[in-house]
């Protein structure tokens, strides 16, 4: 089985992670949160997104955030944007980074955006054109490209439709994102190794929501296809408003931990990222999907001893 050396992971705790709590969190506790990921070493950080405050009331301060955090040049600083005004939103306040999200479901998206697939990815070609005056890079993201809520199975077909529609309007970085937590490892691996091999010239990145478990296990998958940028969220945080019981992004610090275990490079700083994702999980005060902040590093469990001082005794 192939694995890749190094891996990117994307921390997307302060947008796709905060914009479902229910509870205020303060500009400054996000800016923290912020400051503190760059500082863990992740090498893109997704900070919010520029959409309309009443349609996620938790985002309204991303204008802010991204005036006030503490950036460093080899750190991407990227937001979700959904039209033209997050475009002029983003670049007056010195993001060079955005994304532009279509579902691969025809129901999520008439759910989230009001508009059929193409409908949506058209009015796209705009906002690729405003972005590139203000020197600005576009990615894609694909959502519910593994399965639908509503619809259930998403083809292969209809995302190679989505991923070509893309690339047409100039866009060469694009997500596949498991909205609901349905994709399974057999089939992200062979969707993964059909698409890099039709596609060789997108930066493919891959999206997984921890609904069932599986989320781990996807990675695996697509790393044997030979994928090598994922999302994750601080502390599991996370979950679809528009997907019936979709909960949590994959953990971070799960993330990190297990590539760690394994020998490939992530450049975060463990246990860096542990303290985050400790600090996020008290901040809002529930439970999250977070298997290392409850059981702590497999390193932890056993300390080196003198042979003679081990206990034979045991049971297991």
Request: charged content about 20%.
């Amino acid at each position: 089985m192939f694995f890749p050396g190094k891996i990117t992971i994307c921390e997307v705790g302060p947008r796709d992670g905060f914009q479902n709590e229910k509870g205020v969190i303060s500009l400054e506790d996000k800016i923290f949160c912020i400051n503190q990921a760059t500082e863990s070493g992740y090498q893109v950080i997704e900070i919010g997104s520029f959409v309309h405050p009443k349609a996620v009331p938790q985002m309204s301060d991303t204008d802010e955030i991204a005036k006030h955090i503490k950036r460093k040049d080899d750190v991407q600083y990227r937001a979700l944007v959904t039209n033209l005004r997050g475009i002029e939103r983003a670049a007056s306040c010195g993001v060079n980074k955005v994304k532009l999200t279509v579902s691969a479901s025809e129901s999520h998206n008439m759910t989230n955006f009001n508009k059929k697939p193409y409908e949506t990815i058209n009015d796209f070609q705009a906002c690729v054109e405003l972005a590139d005056k203000y020197n600005m890079s576009v990615s894609g993201a694909i959502s519910t490209a593994f399965g639908c809520p509503f619809e259930g199975p998403i083809s292969l077909d209809r995302i190679a439709e989505l991923v070509e529609s893309f690339m047409r309007i100039g866009i060469h970085e694009i997500s596949l994102s498991d909205t609901t937590g349905v994709a399974n490892p057999k089939q992200v691996y062979e969707r993964s190794q059909i698409l890099t091999n039709r596609y060789s010239n997108i930066k493919w990145f891959l999206h997984f929501h921890n609904t069932r478990g599986m989320a781990l296990a996807n990675v695996v998958a697509g790393m044997s296809a030979g994928i090598t940028h994922y999302d994750a969220a601080f502390a599991g945080l996370g979950g679809c408003p528009y997907a019936p019981g979709a909960s949590g992004n994959l953990s971070s610090e799960d993330l990190v931990h297990m590539l760690h275990e394994m020998g490939i490079e992530t450049g975060v700083n463990l246990d860096q990222a542990i303290k985050l994702g400790a600090y996020v999980k008290k901040m809002v005060n529930h439970d999250t999907d977070s298997y290392i902040l409850v059981a702590g590093k497999v390193s932890d469990l056993v300390k080196e001893k003198p042979i003679g001082q081990i206990n034979n005794n045991s049971s297991s």
